[in-house]
């Protein structure tokens, strides 16, 4: 379903992703882990238009949208959201969802009836006349990727969705991606919840200093030896296998 191939970006001297390519079949859950500053978000970015690589290619089921505009990607399928939830305070819940439903429903009914669908999809249905101003932190969540399902996405790309959310909020919305697959939309996300991560993604890409340093099934790069470095830091794959050895020793 998507496809990047040596996608590069750099911010003057600073390659922010440097010739990364992955993969993604349709139906999967696969994430994109990473340390912090590692490029993941610019690597989003890239993938959605909001900016344009300096080198590689994006397709989308077979076409190429490297470098067009974020309405225009969205419109062919591919939609992402972001870590920061910026809701239009002064609606409601309902309108807000009628934001994003409005670019395959023409009218303003049509927009509210697909708002009040996704609204029952992500548990925000007995909020819907409420001002998005007054949700929660998950409750902004939610709304996030209420906004993101409105438009009726192929591919959806969570930017730490659960970034904020303690561990039984957490739990509650695992339940909710999983119903999203589940509805036919396949899912790319950068998450630092490693308890969400092995819950939902059967498969994941681990980006380090802008570059892809390991991919496998979520087992496999946890205990890979270069990503344990990337996320604890010089020598820290040795110590972890010398504790592991002692811990096993006779």
């Known amino acids: ?6 996608l590069s970006k750099r911010f003057g ?4 992703v440097d010739s990364a390519s992955l993969d993604i ?5 696969v994430a994109l882990l990473g340390p912090n500053g590692a490029g993941k978000t610019t690597l989003f970015a890239a993938i959605a238009g909001f900016v344009r ?7 989308l089921i077979g076409s190429d949208i490297t470098g067009l505009p974020p309405h225009v990607i969205c419109a062919r399928g591919l939609v992402r959201t972001f870590q920061i939830v910026q809701p239009f305070g002064a609606l409601t819940v309902r309108e807000n969802i009628a934001v994003g439903a409005h670019l395959h429903h023409a009218s303003r009914r049509q927009a509210l009836t697909r708002a009040e669908e996704v609204a029952e999809q992500v548990g925000l249905a007995p909020r819907l006349d409420q001002p998005a101003a007054t949700l929660t932190v998950a409750g902004r969540k939610r709304l996030e990727l209420a906004r993101a399902l409105a438009t009726d996405p192929k591919l959806l790309l969570l930017d730490e969705v659960m970034a904020g959310l303690n561990p039984t909020e957490v739990s509650e919305i695992v339940p909710v991606i999983q119903a999203i697959r589940g509805s036919g939309v396949t ?20 980006l380090n200093n ?11 790069v946890a205990s890979d030896p270069q990503v344990i470095e990337a996320y604890l830091g ?7 296998q010398s504790r592991l050895e002692a811990r096993h020793a006779p």
Do not use: C, F, K, W
């Open 187 to 206: 899912i790319l996300l950068i998450e630092h919840v490693m308890q969400a991560v092995v819950s939902l993604a059967e498969r994941a890409y681990v």
């Open 210 to 220: 802008g570059r892809i340093i390991a991919s496998g099934t979520t087992a496999e």
């Open 25 to 29: 079949n349709e139906g999967e859950i």
């Open 13 to 16: 001297g600073i390659r922010a």
């Open 1 to 6: 379903m998507l496809e990047v191939r040596e």
């Open 234 to 240: 010089h020598g820290a794959a040795a110590r972890v």
């Open 53 to 59: 690589p300096d080198a590689g290619s994006v397709r």
